[in-house]
Each structure stands twice: as C-alpha cells, then as structure tokens.
C-alpha cells in the first residue's frame, strides 16, 4: 500500500519536480488508506495553508508510504475486529469477561511483560552529564507509572477546583450513557445478563465516536450563548464495553441551568422515545457539587482512580467483582 501511495505522489508531482496543490494531493493520496478506513492526522487546510498545516501535510504524506504504518494499522484495526467479534457472541460481558475478552487480556499482559524485560536490560545515558539510568528507573519516574499518574490529574484537578472557587464558578457532575442501540448486552441481575435486541452492531470505538460528535454540538451551541465552562472528561466502559462519559465541569453560577440544559438537549437527541416515562436520567443524569458533603475533586477521584490503578476502590459494581481485578 505504501508503494502505491508512492505511485501516486509521484505522479501528482511529476517524479517530485513540480509543486502541487497541498489538499488535491492529500486526497489522491489518502484514496488507498480510506480504502480500509485509515488516516494519519492531517490538517484542516481551509484558504492558504500555513507552515504548521504543511508540516503535517508532509507527516501525513510520509506516514503513508511507510510499510510499518501500514502493518501497524492493519495489526490495530485485525485486534478490533476480533475483540468485535468475541463481544457480539458474548464473550464479553458481566460474568463471563467484563470490558475485554480474556484473549485481549492475555495479549495486553504479554505485552506488559515482555515491555518489562526490554526495559530492564536498557540504559537512558546523559553524555554531557556522563549520566547513566536505568531505563525502568526513568518509566517508574515519569507519568507512565500509574500512581504517578493517577496523582498527577488528581493535582491538576485540585487546580482547576480552586481556579473555579477563585472566580465564584460552581461545578456539576454529568453521567451520559449512549441510546440503547449501541449496547451489546443488558445486565438484569448481578449475575444475568441477556442479548440486547435493539443492539445494532456498533463497535466501542463507534459508540465514542457519537459521543464525541454529540460533545462538538454542545461545545458550538454553549459558544453562540457565551457560556464559558472548563472540567474534566473520564471516559469508562460498561461491563459490554460499551463507553460512557462522567464529565466534571465549572461553570459560572448564572449559566448553571443553561449548561445542564443544552448537554441533556444533545444526550437525549437521539432515540428519544425509548426513554419512555423513565424520563431522561436514564441516559443523562447530573449532580451539583455541594462543598458542604465533600469537595468536587472527591466527586471523580473514584473514576480516575478506577481507570487507572485502583486505588482505594474495592468492588467494581459495573463488572460486579473486585476492582484489584478489573482495573
């Protein structure tokens, strides 16, 4: 594929002697990539294009011909289609194997193990400071190290919460599920789980994909009514795997109601007669922040924590089994 992205670069450019059109060569040379639904990142080139947007362009364009992008992207996009498949017939739910089938899992932990190793036997080296490191040392250092990390947001979190206090801003916590049709499997029970007759077949990646084209009309509509609003977004599976969204945001005191509204607005848009006389919580849901019961950094200290190392938490409720496991 890389050869033919080539061919066609070369002839838009005839042999590299003639300079192109910038967006007309990205499309001819994006056709054999968007044959199998891959793209590397690439500007958004709308009148003249900038330095910055031609240097991604020549990114792009260089990403394209590269037989191990390629090999990288068809070895992701083959990973996906299997865990698809596993998840429709039901090797992937509550009871059985909850967020991921236990082949992905085996496989995410070789590659764990075998990351471990590599880095043990290497060396970060500083010539000019004749410094020497180990470089799992450096890993266990860096934010790569899950408490490091988990410690990191929950310190930028503490910052946006005082920045908030600071300029009179209140906070609200969001839960926002996806419509029924993108759910594989349905939790009864603790212990049941049942096939999802209004499931259509979409992928995880598909499903957060609708969250965030729902997230971009939110953003345009609360920019039109000058409402300003800055938080936190965790992005957690359902025990199908199947993403939902928890979002913390400030917003000023005035603009509190506005901001609730227009989220509901676009979380509700679609298969909006489902819900039925269950209401909309069923799929959006909202708490206001009291500082009198806790602050709003103790609100998403269980989802950060969840997602990364654990800590403090100890039943998963989603998979209905211990978070040391599920984690």
Request: include cysteine; hydrophobic fraction near 35%; proline fraction near 2%.
């Given at each position: 594929m890389g050869r033919s992205v080539t061919t066609i670069i070369t002839e838009q450019t005839n042999a590299f002697t003639t300079p192109g059109n910038v967006k007309k060569l990205i499309k001819e040379a994006m056709w054999p990539a968007q044959q199998w639904q891959f793209s590397p990142v690439l500007p958004c080139i709308r009148k003249r294009p900038t330095d910055r947007q031609l240097d991604m362009a020549a990114s792009a364009l260089v990403r394209l011909q590269d037989a191990n992008w390629w090999e990288k992207q068809i070895t992701k996009s083959w990973q996906r289609y299997c865990e698809h498949l596993a998840l429709m017939v039901g090797k992937v739910c509550r009871g059985v194997s909850p967020y991921v089938s236990r082949q992905a899992l085996q496989a995410h932990r070789e590659k764990k193990k075998a990351a471990a190793l590599w880095l043990k036997d290497m060396w970060a080296v500083n010539p000019e400071l004749k410094l020497e490191v180990p470089l799992a040392d450096a890993v266990a250092s860096s934010v790569a190290n899950p408490e490091l990390r988990r410690l990191e947001l929950m310190v930028r979190m503490r910052g946006f919460e005082d920045i908030a206090k600071k300029n009179s801003f209140v906070g609200e916590f969001y839960t926002w599920t996806a419509p029924s049709r993108f759910h594989a499997w349905k939790a009864l029970t603790t212990n049941k789980v049942v096939r999802n007759p209004k499931y259509?077949?979409?992928?995880?990646?598909?499903?957060?994909?609708?969250?965030?084209?729902?997230?971009?009309?939110?953003?345009?509509?609360?920019?039109?009514?000058?409402v300003g609003v800055f938080g936190f977004r965790v992005t957690e599976p359902h025990h199908d795997a199947t993403p939902h969204w928890h979002l913390l945001?400030?917003?000023?005191?005035?603009?509190?109601?506005?901001?609730?509204?227009?989220?509901?607005?676009?979380?509700?848009?679609?298969s909006r007669q489902e819900l039925g006389r269950a209401g909309y919580r069923a799929r959006f849901d909202w708490k206001t922040i009291d500082p009198d019961k806790g602050s709003a950094t103790g609100y998403i200290a269980k989802y950060v924590a969840k997602n990364i190392d654990g800590f403090r938490i100890d039943q998963d409720d989603e998979a209905n089994t211990a978070a040391s496991d599920t984690v």
């Open positions: 259509d077949g979409s992928t995880p990646n598909q499903t957060q994909s609708y969250f965030c084209r729902q997230w971009a009309k939110v953003r345009s509509r609360l920019k039109r009514l000058g945001l400030f917003v000023e005191l005035k603009h509190l109601r506005l901001l609730r509204s227009t989220i509901r607005r676009y979380a509700i848009e679609e």
